[in-house]
């Protein structure tokens, strides 16, 4: 089992910055994936970034392309997302997720948080 804690969300104007934070523990391997994926009101959750944990190879959503840096904190099992340029249409829950095998894209990652709301006011 892995257990993954959010933090970081909150209010911020258009074109502000956030910065969420995910912490992985349990049985957690070098071989994961960890993604973000967003869910807003009355809409589908969606991917948004992942990064492999081992190499660090990035991917991100076409829209996030250029404002959203995922990374990760190997010694502190922690992946991050950096969120600047924020657009109220980015207003979401966030998710962090993991999962060891699989498309990175997908949304059927294995763990899951429980989610932090991201709220962009214009």
């Known amino acids: 089992q892995v257990q993954l804690v959010e933090s970081g969300g909150g209010l911020v104007q258009a074109g502000g910055s956030l910065r969420l934070s995910c912490a992985a523990s349990?049985?957690?391997?070098?071989?994961?994936?960890m993604g973000w994926f967003r869910q807003a009101p009355g809409k589908e959750r969606e991917f948004v970034a992942a990064i492999i944990w081992s190499g660090g190879t990035t991917h991100y959503k076409d829209s996030v392309k250029g404002r959203f840096t995922i990374s990760r904190d190997i010694a502190k099992n922690t992946v991050y997302l950096q969120m600047n340029s924020l657009k109220p249409e980015d207003t979401a829950v966030y998710y962090c997720a993991a999962r060891q095998w699989g498309s990175v894209y997908a949304g059927d990652y294995d763990y899951w948080g429980q989610g932090t709301q991201v709220t962009v006011s214009s």
């Open positions: 349990g049985r957690f391997f070098s071989s994961y994936t």
